[in-house]
């Protein structure tokens, strides 16, 4: 039987909006509190992209970072692939604009929706062009402007989410490193619980979707986190056995920043301390497809993740989707991170 080729992340790169918004900031505009929100969510604060930056300037610049991490450059991307809720317009794709700021002038491009599991979709859907032999170096990130898809008036929902991209290059690793295992999911049936009705071709734009704030997050907040809590930590189990890998292996897990209370339970079904698992969502809040990848570089230069770690990264979102993989992270000659 053919050897398949190992595929890692050789570059990882993040960039955040300079705007702190924090939960006291938020006080002044809705009915909430700070301590409602740290309480239920974790989230202390977040970003909140400047009025002239939209989502491909956050991809871009995190890009940029990954890049020069692995000590690639942009004419070697043979490939790029945005995972994002919010992309700068219906079309051109996030991609394709990022492609053209950064000078990836050899790279195909195209985005990928899979809500906040998008950056982990991304990275599963991008080695497979790499273990096939098609491409040797291509830049996965996941990037958002959630603050301009939110309704301001609705606590339920503004509290939570914030601005932010992450990027990684993908390349052939040394055997036994990289993306040992994976498990993608989706359960459409439960696309109501967290859409943006208004935009698309079922309800396009008129005087009446913006009155009906269709162009906004609709959000089931309580079906959902029924569903993270289950999910998370099946869909992880899914990608250590796909890994031939238990949960007493894993050294670092990087989870969806949604909700300190789900990843908790997370940890919990996976009998995990918690001193294993990466937080963040209280500096950036939920920044959907970018969270995964922004709690991973800060792992990674923070070191809480050293070589030879399995790091597991296991995300939820609309679509209703999941994505988890493990990572046996490093490459002696490439290690950059
Ligand atoms: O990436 C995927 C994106 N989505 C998620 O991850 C969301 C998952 N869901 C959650 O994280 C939680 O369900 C929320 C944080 C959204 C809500 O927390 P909860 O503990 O499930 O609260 P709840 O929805 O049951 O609401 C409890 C109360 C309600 O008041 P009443 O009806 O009991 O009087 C809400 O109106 O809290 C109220 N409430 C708030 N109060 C102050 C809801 N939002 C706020 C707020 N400030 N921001």
């Known amino acids: 039987m053919m050897e398949t080729k190992s595929v890692g992340i050789i570059g990882i790169g993040t960039y ?9 900031d938020l006080e002044r505009i809705v009915d909430t509190s700070d301590e409602w929100i740290v309480e239920r969510t974790g989230i202390q604060e977040r970003r909140i992209a400047a009025p002239d930056m939209a989502t491909s300037d956050l991809a871009s610049r995190a890009a940029q970072k990954a890049l020069d991490d692995a000590g690639v450059t942009a004419e070697e991307i043979d490939l790029i692939i945005v995972a994002t809720a919010t992309p700068d317009m219906f079309f051109p794709s996030t991609a394709c604009l990022v492609q053209a700021n950064i000078k990836a002038v050899n790279a195909a491009a195209f985005d990928l929706a899979a809500g906040c599991s998008g950056f982990v979709y991304a990275m599963v859907t991008g080695s497979q062009f790499i273990k096939a032999g098609l491409y040797k170096k291509i830049l996965v990130i996941g990037a958002e402007c959630l603050s301009r898809i939110l309704d301001w008036t609705d606590r339920n929902t503004c509290v939570l989410f914030g601005d932010g991209a992450g990027a990684a290059v993908l390349a052939e690793t040394d055997p036994g490193y990289g993306i040992l295992g994976s498990q993608l999911g989706a359960d459409g049936s439960g696309g109501d619980l967290l859409k943006l009705p208004g935009g698309g071709s079922r309800n396009p734009a008129t005087g009446e979707t913006v ?9 089931n907040g309580n079906e ?41 339970s997370a940890a919990k079904r996976l009998k995990l301390p918690m001193d294993k698992v990466m937080i963040n969502v209280n500096k950036y809040g939920n920044t959907s497809a970018a969270s995964i990848p922004i709690a991973l570089e800060e792992a990674v230069h923070g070191g809480k993740i050293k070589q030879g770690d399995n790091v597991v990264l296991v995300g939820f ?15 002696e000659a490439n290690i950059n991170c």
């Open 317 to 331: 979102g609309a679509g209703l989707t999941w994505a988890s993989a493990v990572i046996k992270w490093g490459k």
């Open 211 to 219: 009155s009906l704030r269709m162009h906004f997050v609709h959000m």
């Open 224 to 264: 959902v986190f029924k569903f993270a809590v289950k999910i998370m930590g099946e869909a992880a189990n899914k990608a250590l056995e796909d890994a031939g890998l238990s949960a007493a292996d894993v050294d670092c897990l990087i989870p969806h920043q949604a909700n300190i209370r789900i990843i908790q």
């Open 16 to 24: 955040v909006p300079e705007k702190v918004m924090t939960n006291k």
